[in-house]
């Protein structure tokens, strides 16, 4: 490859974006927040196009982000606790360590913890998916851009020429990436999936015909996006399933599939393009 094309390489897969003294700034951390605040403005859009009251869906997200980030980073001292309690000083690194099992499990805690609160503030539920649907697809592609500058979530080997190689000792530190190994940059493939995601969704969710039809789109294209690059990840700590012909990402998309078919064929529901988005809801009018 040419020396070029290593130095591009080289920058895009550093796990540290820039120094300020001898603090290090991740490169994963400045890319999900990134998306977590463009992610926000979208959704403040979104919020008005389907109905949603805009303060009550800000809140929902920044309830849920809390959770998934304390409730991830908790499961990963308790999974650890004996080297905490040797090495106490490991626990200033926990920002720094990623993994895709994490990913899952804080998306579970968030999606625990949304359901319950979206109850509580009364919001309408298949609304408010419609409106998450595009900022989250975003939000998502920012953290994919993240996932591939540390490592985390790394490729299968490759010979192509678009193929990266992690060089720094922190990337393998930090998200077990391997050194001076090139493998597929599949993290950039799912950016790409899910901005492609976003983009069909912002207009879909102004011409939605019923309630839910953006969020079970999310979940179908989702599903595809995930199942297809699967085949490019490596499969470490990830499950094996069917005797290794699926891995557990791979079968959480056949979920999403399914989840997504139920929520566009629905009966029942009234049509989203009789409903005005400023109407006051009826006394025991059900919130769906």
């Not at 309690?85 to 990913?103: D, E, G, Q, T």
Request: with cysteine; glycine share 8%.
């Amino acid at each position: 490859m040419p020396a070029r094309c290593e130095k591009i390489f080289f920058f895009v897969v550093h796990p540290v974006l820039f120094h300020i003294g001898p603090i290090l700034i991740p490169a994963y951390g400045v890319m999900a927040a990134l998306g977590v605040l463009l992610a926000l403005g979208l959704a403040l859009r979104t919020a008005r196009t389907t109905g949603v009251n805009p303060n009550q869906l800000w809140n929902l997200c920044i309830v849920a982000l809390f959770a998934a980030i304390a409730g991830s980073r908790l499961v990963l001292v308790v999974l650890n606790w004996t080297i905490v309690r040797s090495h106490p000083a490991w626990l200033l690194s926990l920002a720094m360590i990623h993994h895709p099992l994490l990913a899952a499990i804080g998306s579970c805690i968030a999606l625990a913890v949304a359901a319950p609160f979206a109850l509580y503030q009364r919001m309408p539920l298949r609304d408010t998916a419609d409106a998450l649907a595009a900022p989250l697809a975003l939000g998502l592609c920012f953290e994919q851009i993240g996932s591939l500058m540390e490592g985390s979530g790394f490729g299968t080997p490759s010979s192509a020429p678009w193929a990266v190689t992690y060089t720094n000792p922190l990337a393998a530190r930090w998200s077990g990436a391997p050194l001076y190994l090139a493998v597929h940059p599949v993290q950039a493939y799912m950016a790409l999936a899910f901005l492609s995601v976003a983009v069909v969704l912002y207009p879909a969710t102004k011409r939605r015909c019923q309630r839910g039809d953006v969020a079970g789109l999310w979940l179908l294209l989702v599903a595809v996006a995930v199942y297809f690059t699967e085949f490019w990840r490596d499969r470490e700590g990830r499950g094996s399933l069917l005797g290794g012909r699926v891995d557990g990402p791979q079968m959480v998309a056949i979920v999403f599939v399914f989840a997504g078919a139920l929520l566009l064929w629905q009966r029942g529901v009234q049509p989203a393009d009789r409903l005005d988005p400023g109407r006051k809801q009826a006394p025991g009018e059900p919130h769906v």
